[in-house]
């Protein structure tokens, strides 16, 4: 079974409006996670990277304020894309694990269209 | 760019014949892993190689990795019509996943 889960699988929202969506993982604790965005028939670029108890590092070229990133708990970081626009349309995909060696376990993703 | 180079972007052939995709990438690296997306889903782990490692065989995956070219190789031998989707390398840089443009497989029947 999937141990990290995203929510929601796909979300359709209004411009200007926000948007939240989680990333779980299930069977371990994540003091970090990863926020990725995808475009059609592109590879995945990535947004940020999520630490438990202090401020997400951002990649170049990605606005903190737009894309807020709250790493709340060792389970569970949230992204929320705030006063959305059609071209923030996108597959975003989270990740987990990978300390010491371990597998990365990506979430299912979650498709937003921006309407 | 923070993305490395996979070549060919798409590749399309009959069952039961061998795919090869190729990737290139940037900077030094601990491990490079290759990962399988179907159409609209998540990543599925395939294989990790480490920087030590130059040949690693997974069922009917063989990877290889040349560090001083800065290039890795999937090879999935024998391949079937599920086996088409896209493939993508990435790289651990100091902990953070860095994908190569992907490779899109289809295998026809």
């Known amino acids: 079974g999937a141990v990290v889960s995203q929510h929601p699988s796909w979300v359709i929202c209004k411009s200007g409006t926000s948007v939240k969506i989680e990333c779980r993982s299930l069977d371990f604790q994540a003091t970090t996670m990863f926020w990725y965005r995808q475009f059609p028939k592109q590879s995945l670029m990535l947004m940020a990277t999520s630490n438990e108890g202090s401020k997400a590092t951002y990649e170049q070229g990605v606005e903190k304020d737009k894309f807020l990133i709250n790493h709340a708990s060792l389970t569970l970081s949230t992204l929320t894309v705030t006063s959305a626009h059609p071209e923030d349309s996108s597959f975003y995909i989270c990740s987990a694990g990978g300390h010491s060696g371990n597998t990365i376990y990506f979430g299912e993703g979650s498709w937003l269209t921006v309407v | 760019s923070q993305q490395g180079e996979e070549d060919p972007q798409a590749l399309s052939i009959q069952e039961g014949e061998n795919a090869t995709m190729n990737c290139s990438y940037k900077t030094s690296i601990n491990n490079l892993q290759w990962y399988r997306q179907n159409s609209g889903r998540g990543l599925v782990h395939l294989i990790l190689i480490r920087s030590n490692e130059r040949e690693k065989h997974s069922g009917r995956l063989r990877v290889t990795l040349d560090t001083s070219k800065k290039s890795s190789s999937l090879l999935i031998t024998a391949s079937r019509a599920a086996d088409t989707a896209s493939y993508f390398c990435?790289?651990?840089?100091?902990?953070?996943?860095?994908f190569g443009q992907g490779t899109e497989l289809s295998v026809k029947p």
């Open positions: 990435a790289t651990d840089q100091g902990g953070k996943l860095i």
